[in-house]
T-cell receptor, first 114, second 109 residues
Framework: DAMVIQNPRYQVTQFGKPVTLSCSQT?????MYWYQQKSSQAPKLLFHYYDKDFNNEADTPDNFQSRRPNTSFCFLDIRSPGLGDAAMYLC?????????????FGPGTRLTVL | GQNIDQPTEMTATEGAIVQINCTYQTSGFNGLFWYQQHAGEAPTFLSYNVLDGLEEKGRFSSFLSRSKGYSYLLLKELQMKDSASYLCAALDSNYQLIWGAGTKLIIKP
C-alpha cells in the first residue's frame, strides 16, 4: 500500500543533543511537509519542499533544519533540542496540484526532551 | 490575519448526530478540509469542500458557505470510535493550509 512512513515513532533525546527524524513516502508526491503539533493545538507548519525547492516558514527557528535527498525521503534535524521542542512531529505529502491538493500524513514521531 | 475558529470541545451521545462548526478568515480561499485525529495519532483526511453546499460521505457530511466563511462537519449515528479531535483547515491563496486547533469530540454511551 502507498503510504507515508515516519521513524522512529517515539524519540527520546537529551537537552541540547542533536536528533534527526525521518520520513519516507511511496506515493511519489512532489511536496513533503514537516509540522510540529503540541497537545490540543493546531499543527504548525515548519517548512515544506516542492520537489527540491525548500520553503521555510518565517517563524521556524534556526534550530530546525531539513533535508530532502530524493523524492522519497525527507529529514528533520533539530540541532539543539530544548524542552519547548517536545512535541509530535508530523510529516505529510501532497501532489502539489493546487486547489484539490490533499495532504496525507504519516503516523508522527513523538519527541521527548529530557 | 488568517484565522480558523472552531469549538474546543463537544460532547454527544452514541447513536446521535453532532455538528461541528468552523469559521475561517484567510487571504484568498481555495477550499476547506476536515481531518480526524485520534489521540496520539496523525490526522486522517475526511473531506474537502470548495463549492457551496453539502458533500455527503457515508455517516459524515461536510457543508461550506463561502460567502459566510463557514463550514460544518456533520456526524450521524455516532459510534464510540468517533471520539477524536476534528480539525478544520482552509487552503489560502498561496495553497497553504491554515489549521484550526481542533474540536475534541467526546462520545458517551
Amino acid at each position: 500500500d502507498a503510504m507515508v512512513i515516519q521513524n522512529p515513532r517515539y524519540q527520546v533525546t537529551q537537552f541540547g543533543k542533536p536528533v534527526t527524524l525521518s520520513c519516507s513516502q511511496t506515493l511519489n508526491h512532489n511536496v513533503m511537509y514537516w509540522y510540529q503539533q503540541k497537545s490540543s493545538q493546531a499543527p504548525k507548519l515548519l517548512f515544506h519542499y516542492y520537489d527540491k525547492d525548500f520553503n521555510n516558514e518565517a517563524d521556524t527557528p534556526d534550530n530546525f533544519q531539513s533535508r530532502r535527498p530524493n523524492t522519497s525521503f525527507c529529514f528533520l534535524d533539530i540541532r539543539s533540542p530544548g524542552l519547548g521542542d517536545a512535541a509530535m512531529y508530523l510529516c505529510a505529502t501532497s501532489t502539489g496540484g493546487g486547489s484539490t491538493d490533499t495532504q496525507y500524513f504519516g503516523p508522527g514521531t513523538r519527541l521527548t526532551v529530557l | 490575519g488568517q484565522n480558523i475558529d472552531q469549538p474546543t470541545e463537544m460532547t454527544a451521545t452514541e447513536g446521535a448526530i453532532v455538528q461541528i462548526n468552523c469559521t475561517y478568515q484567510t487571504s484568498g480561499f481555495n477550499g476547506l478540509f476536515w481531518y480526524q485525529q485520534h489521540a496520539g495519532e496523525a490526522p486522517t483526511f475526511l473531506s474537502y469542500n470548495v463549492l457551496d453546499g453539502l458533500e455527503e460521505k457515508g455517516r459524515f457530511s461536510s457543508f461550506l458557505s463561502r460567502s459566510k466563511g463557514y463550514s460544518y462537519l456533520l456526524l450521524k449515528e455516532l459510534q464510540m470510535k468517533d471520539s477524536a479531535s476534528y480539525l478544520c483547515a482552509a487552503l489560502d491563496s498561496n495553497y497553504q493550509l491554515i489549521w484550526g486547533a481542533g474540536t475534541k469530540l467526546i462520545i458517551k454511551p
